[in-house]
């Protein structure tokens, strides 16, 4: 069983910046699409940003311009790159990774329930 394990977690004031990694306890192990969702109290789970595996990448509006998703193919870890943090991203996020089941459409369209792996979540907190 493929185990994605987040870090980066952590405070930061408006403006700032923050880095999450999710690497997958598998080297072999490979996927088609993988990304973040975030959710914070009292709100649905929303997609942040995705990648497949051509290194096409996808964000919400929300995020577009701010937010860099990479992956680093050889250590099997993706990145979300955080610039310019505004208070309503603070919330929990979550990395998530297909079993190679998502053939098209690698976006934000995608539910949290289309993925089959799940890190244990990280939490983000922006301050005014």
């Known amino acids: 069983q493929v185990k994605l394990v987040e870090s980066g977690e952590g405070s930061v004031q408006a403006g700032g910046s923050l880095r999450l990694s999710c690497a997958a306890s598998?080297?072999?192990?490979?996927?088609?699409?993988g990304g973040w969702f975030r959710q914070a109290p009292g709100k649905e789970r929303e997609g942040v940003a995705f990648?497949?595996?051509?290194?096409?990448?996808s964000y919400a509006d929300s995020v577009k311009g701010r937010f860099t998703i990479s992956k680093d193919g050889a250590k099997n870890t993706w990145y979300l790159q955080m610039n310019s943090l505004k208070p309503e991203d603070s919330a929990m996020y979550y990395c998530?990774?297909?079993?190679?089941?998502?053939?098209?459409?690698?976006?934000?369209?995608?539910?949290?329930?289309?993925?089959?792996?799940w890190g244990q979540g990280t939490q983000v907190n922006v301050s005014s």
């Open positions: 598998e080297s072999t192990y490979k996927s088609n699409c």
């Open positions: 990648i497949d595996s051509d290194g096409d990448t």
């Open positions: 998530t990774a297909d079993a190679q089941k998502i053939r098209v459409g690698c976006d934000t369209s995608l539910l949290w329930t289309d993925f089959d792996y």
